[in-house]
């Protein structure tokens, strides 16, 4: 059974960085898209990020677009994600997402699997 877990979050000034982990246990084999999403209070969930299986494609939410940095390591059965020059608007729980299949734009892409979250919180 696929488990993804992640870490990384934690509390940062606006402008400053943050870099998410999930790895993922229990699968045979990595060859899926990835995605995170996060959920801030009272919003509905949101895709923020998605990679495919081969890493040759990513795909990112307009707001994110050049602040944040989806990557993974497959011999590490791990997805990163790098989140610079953070905003408060950034804050809420971000979620790793695994896909059955290899569409990794969304909404084509969706979370088959997903993990526990992590809370990032950025203050001014």
């Known amino acids: 059974q696929v488990q993804l877990v992640e870490s990384g979050g934690g509390s940062v000034q606006v402008g400053g960085s943050l870099r998410l982990s999930c790895v993922e246990t229990?699968?045979?084999?990595?060859?899926?898209?990835m995605g995170w999403y996060r959920q801030a209070p009272g919003k509905e969930r949101e895709a923020v990020a998605t990679?495919?299986?081969?890493?040759?494609?990513?795909w990112y939410a307009d707001s994110v677009k050049g602040r944040f940095t989806i990557s993974r390591d497959d011999a590490k059965n791990t997805v990163y994600l790098q989140l610079n020059s953070l905003e408060a608007e950034d804050s809420g729980d971000y979620y790793c997402?695994?896909?059955?299949?290899?569409?990794?734009?969304?909404?084509?892409?969706?979370?088959?699997?997903w993990g526990q979250g992590t809370q990032v919180t950025v203050s001014s």
């Open positions: 229990g699968g045979t084999s990595m060859s899926r898209a």
């Open positions: 990679i495919s299986w081969s890493a040759g494609n990513t």
């Open positions: 997402a695994a896909s059955k299949g290899l569409n990794y734009v969304p909404p084509l892409f969706r979370g088959d699997y």
